[in-house]
């Protein structure tokens, strides 16, 4: 699932029931070259894109959590909000439908809780609309890029979500348990896999739904509680007997109908400190943000005292398997090893 780098550190647990998170992207970037004709191009900036926080009850202030692989790449969070103009337009959308637009006075950086993005709303097409839409669970703040001529370009607005059927936990398991032995999980354990989370959305556009889960394997020796002295015994052994894991995993169709599961994100972590754990993946919300029909993952990473946003954007490999690549850092790795 992701490589090695800086989480938004911090967040009280007491405000995960007000998280709707909120992902943003981009600084505008633009890319000159020569020609032959010495015309200059430009490169079409990245869509920006936020997982929401929380919301005034008036709706006049939005808080988003600003992904910390963005904050990376940036250099610091007062540069990200800089390159978001006064009046900017925005649509608040839940897994690539588009539930309400607004227009922003202004955006403002907060590190109280980490790198937050706070939205000062100027307008809506629709108050009640948009007071609806900030009730619901899984949103995403996409922002309407301005084309040469004036004129916004939001991204596509379909919905990917499907409701999963029943009992489709033992099929999750059955095809995705294997995955941890590449991580270095003994075979003997993988009966320990849990499931954290399961989404069904159509990925491929084929209108026939995939599944994408949240897996882990917590190590069972770790001591339950705050047990001192159990604890240091723990941290004592070797870094491979304090292992965990974790995992986004995508089950599709193949052809023979049998379902196939391919890793996203995963994640390796030696247990280090009283009452340690490996952090958890949870698909968020789905958006086409670059116009090539392919649409882009936004995965919530939860961890015991924090909480960090990636948004992943596929390619179709020589071989048919999907590969993914960090939608602000693609030249980095996604496996995490820590």
Known sequence: MSSGQSRTKNHSLRHFPLVVLGVLTGILSSLSGCSNSSKTEAIKPPTAVFLSLQASPDGTTIEGLV?????????????????????????????????????VSAVQGSDNFGAIAVFKVQATSDPNSLSTALKQQNLTIVQNNLQGDGQTNS??????????????????????????????????????????????????????????????????????????????????????????????????????QDWFAEPILTHTRSLSYINDSVSTYVLHGIQELNGDQSPELVVKEIGLNYLDAKVLTPTIGADGKWQWRNYYQNQRSLNIVQ
């Open 155 to 256: 991204s596509s607005d379909r919905s990917y979500f499907f409701n999963c059927p029943n009992k489709i936990q033992p099929l999750v398991l059955e095809k995705s348990r294997k995955l941890f032995i590449d991580l270095g999980a003994a075979p003997t354990t993988l009966p320990k896999v849990t499931i954290a989370s399961t989404v069904c959305a159509d990925l491929d556009a084929d209108n026939q739904p995939e599944i994408i889960a949240g897996l882990r394997l917590d190590n069972s020796d770790r001591p339950a509680g705050f047990d001192t002295q159990a604890w240091q015994v723990f941290l004592s052994k070797p870094a491979l007997a304090r292992q965990e894991y974790s995992m986004l995993v995508v089950l599709r169709k193949v052809a023979d």
């Open 67 to 103: 992904p910390s692989d963005l904050v990376e790449q940036a250099g610091n969070l007062d540069r990200i909000v800089q390159s978001i103009p006064a009046e900017s337009q925005f649509a608040l959308t839940q897994f690539g439908k588009s539930l309400a637009t607004f227009q």
